[in-house]
Structure formats: C-alpha cells, structure tokens
C-alpha cells in the first residue's frame, strides 16, 4: 500500500488538466504514489474514477473546505496537499518517499523549486533547526505533508473561514501549522525541492486588500504586542502594489475586525 496522498484542488474547469498532468506522471511514481483530485464548482456532488484518478467532485468553493475533504478522504498514512498548478520533482520524490517520511514525524516540510528557474526557490529558505509559533508565518500549504493519524486525532483541520473563496483569501496554511504546532506535532524541516511553482507576479493572481486583510486577521493568534510588532514590519516590507500607509491600514482593519 502507497503510504503518501497528493491531494490536488481544483475546479471544474481545470479538472480534466489535473487529471491529464497526473496520468503524464512516470508509472514508477504513480505505483508509490496515491493521488486524490478535489473539484470544485461542480454541477453535482459524485465520488468517482476518471481515467484511473480518484476524483471527488464538490458544488461549493473554498480552498480550505477542499483540503478539509482531502484530509477525510485520504486512506494513506500521508497526505501532501497541492495546487492543480502543481509540478512533481519526481526523481527527489522517490528519494524522499524512501528515507525522509520517519514515524516519528508528524509534520514534514519541505522546499518548493522556481517552475521558470530550477536553480532558484519559491522563497527564500533559511536552515531552522525548530520551529516556532512565528515560524509559522512562512509555511505555504504546498510545503506541508502530515501524518493522517496525527491530524485526525488532534482534530486539526484547515479554518474554513481562510483561504481562496472566502473573503479572507490566505493565511489558512498557518492557520494549520499554528494550530499543528500548539497540538505538539513534531515538525520537520526537510531540505529536498519535491515541485515547482511559479515565481513570476503576473503570472498569480492576488488580491491585496483581501490578503492583508487575511493576514491582519491571523495575526490575532499572537499577543497584541507581537501582532503590533509585525503589522509595523510588514506595513513597509510586505510585497504589494500599495504604499505603506494603505498596507497599514489594511492590515489593522484586519487585526481589528
């Protein structure tokens, strides 16, 4: 039995494309690795096998209700979650699949790879040796694969109140490590660039006022000093199209709301 899940959202219009990418995969990976599509925007709720993917097709949106799904859906003692803009490093994926996921991890991070420059990253990665409660300002969900037994145990999930389709659109993935972290998961920082996204601005499509009211609004998670502290640092270091004053603004509407 495969011990790991990558459980892709999307929506209806992108699913065909999901499923496509994932049957272009190596037979070598897809025999290791199972594979869980989560859809969106569908016309009408079915659990269902397209061309030999396990496809769950849903009619509401939320990215958080999809991962929500993933985590009660998935059989395998590991579940990766992922974009449907998602590309597999998979030679570094058999590596890590046979060395890497350890029982006594709970939580596996690893590095995301630039999909324009395979010599650069998503982020700028530092070396931590532990993490923290800050540290989970960092995390993006396509970083994270968790034990399935710890998640449901803890009755951890991903808050439906955060993430795209809602009007929070971010900061659910921290929502997760942060609640992860406070249930005592053992959390491992893995060195290994297992996909690649994206590193170009034009090419993700983000809403600013909506996410620094996000990422305001997580910030209630922390003592008032410490959100205050951020919110000045992030005010003039946050990437927007705003000047500091509108991100200051937005950012306390959030943290205040």
């Not at 809403?207 to 609004?217: S, T």
Request: aromatic share 12%.
């Amino acid at each position: 039995m495969n011990k790991l899940t990558i459980a892709v959202s999307t929506v209806k219009s992108q699913r065909v494309s999901v499923v496509q990418k994932i049957n272009a995969l190596s037979d070598a990976t897809r025999k290791v690795v199972s594979f869980l599509v989560i859809s969106q925007l569908e016309d009408e709720y079915e659990n269902a096998l397209i061309d030999g993917v396990k496809v769950i097709k849903l009619t509401n949106k939320g990215l958080s209700k999809s991962r929500n799904v993933a985590i009660k859906e998935t059989c395998t003692e590991w579940v990766w979650f992922q974009d449907d803009d998602f590309s597999i490093n998979e030679i570094q994926l058999s590596s890590f699949l046979e060395s890497s996921l350890t029982n006594d991890i709970d939580i596996a991070l690893i590095r995301i790879g630039s999909l324009e420059n395979r010599e650069k990253y998503y982020k700028n990665y530092v070396g931590y040796s532990k993490f923290t409660r800050l540290l989970s300002l960092k995390v993006s969900s396509i970083e994270i694969i968790a034990k399935v037994k710890f998640i449901k145990e803890n009755t951890i999930e991903f808050d439906e109140r955060l993430g795209l389709g809602t009007e929070l659109p971010c900061c659910e993935e921290n929502q997760f490590m942060l609640d992860s972290f406070d249930k005592g998961a053992n959390i491992h920082f893995c060195n290994q660039t297992l996909c690649y996204h994206t590193t170009l601005p034009e090419n993700r499509n983000v809403d600013y006022v909506k996410n620094l009211q996000a990422k305001g609004y997580f910030l209630k998670n922390f003592s008032i000093p410490i959100a205050l502290v951020l919110i000045f640092k992030w005010t003039f270091t946050i990437k927007s199209k705003f000047n500091f004053l509108k991100n200051l603004k937005l950012l306390t509407k959030g943290f205040f709301s």
